[in-house]
């Protein structure tokens, strides 16, 4: 039987985990620019950085280009060490099954 | 968790981390219609350059050592010639680059004015500028025969630099026109050739090369 330690929960879902590795890669990110990258909806997309939001693994820093929103995330030390932890127990599953 | 969604995961994470810091719309079409414009330059300026038609390129050597020395033999009309058709050799390139790879761009569903070619440019705009500032300089000190030399160095170096937010091919093209630019700068004489050789002859292999590696399999 595989064991799931340290499995995040908060990187079930394949957007979370891919909003955090596109903030960890990056210094920041901005709402849109993910949008496009992952190829989600504003609704679907902000719902899952809420999520993260909530569990500190990122911040948000809201501005205005001109008239026009431009909200950026960044990935906290909590949530770049969250992260890290999460492709840890990934590689660990993988060595389970290997040996 | 089973086996395929850990794969999944990982070659998902790879992946968009791959395509959020590198800009992969730089088209290669681009590379090559620089090149050619650069080889039109180039045949223009021969064919302008006195030194270059009438005489060999002994006499060359000479005209140029009694530059360096203080003569000047260039006329002023032919400097202005000069000076225009970079510059429009240079907007040319810049703007069919920004046109192809706007259209790759909006293939793969994406904007060209992204985080990542922000990144690319903010990398290479320094170097870029800089080598433009020095060979404008060299230019206003009649120092004719160290500009392409140092338009190469200066064009490589930027390259290097732009590099790690785009294809690393782009790495490669930078280290061979910082070293053509060297080579050029132990070669006094000979600016014009190694000019068109590293923004002519490169450019379009290089542009050749990636369209076929990157381009031609998205077209499909």
Request: positive net charge.
């Amino acid at each position: 039987m595989l064991t799931l330690n340290n499995f995040d929960k908060a990187f079930e879902n394949r957007i979370r985990l891919q909003v955090m590795s596109v903030l960890v890669a990056n210094e920041s990110y901005d709402f849109n620019s993910l949008k496009e990258l992952l190829a989600t909806t504003d609704g679907n997309l902000a719902s899952h950085l809420k999520a993260l939001e909530k569990e500190e693994y990122i911040s948000v820093n809201k501005s205005f280009l001109g008239r026009k929103p431009n909200t950026k995330y960044k990935a906290t030390e909590k949530g770049t060490s969250a992260f890290k932890k999460h492709l840890e127990a990934l590689e660990n599953l993988i060595k389970q099954q290997k040996g | 968790m089973e086996n395929k969604d850990i794969y999944d995961d990982i070659s998902s994470i790879k992946n968009i981390m791959e395509r959020s810091t590198k800009f992969i719309s730089l088209a290669g079409l681009s590379g090559v219609m620089a090149g050619i414009y650069a080889l039109i330059g180039a045949g223009i300026a021969y064919m302008i350059i006195p030194q270059y038609n009438t005489i060999s390129v002994a006499d060359y050597d000479k005209a140029y050592t009694e530059t360096v020395s203080g003569n000047t033999y260039h006329s002023l009309s032919v400097e202005l010639i000069l000076f225009v058709v970079a510059l429009v050799i240079l907007f040319l390139s810049i703007g069919t680059g920004i046109l192809l790879s706007a259209r790759k761009a909006r293939r793969n569903n994406q904007s060209v004015w992204n985080p990542s070619s922000k990144s690319l440019a903010n990398a290479g705009l320094l170097p870029l500028l800089t080598g433009g500032c020095f060979a404008f300089i060299l230019y206003l000190q009649h120092h004719y025969g160290t500009i392409a030399p140092t338009c190469l160095v200066f064009y490589g170096l930027a390259l290097v630099s732009a590099s790690k937010y785009t294809y690393g091919d782009v790495k490669w093209l930078g280290l061979l026109e910082i070293i053509l630019g060297l080579l050029s700068l132990m070669q006094p004489g000979y600016g014009l050739y190694f000019w068109a050789l590293g923004f002519g002859v490169l450019h379009i292999l290089y542009g050749t090369i990636m369209y076929f590696k990157y381009d031609r399999v998205n077209v499909k």
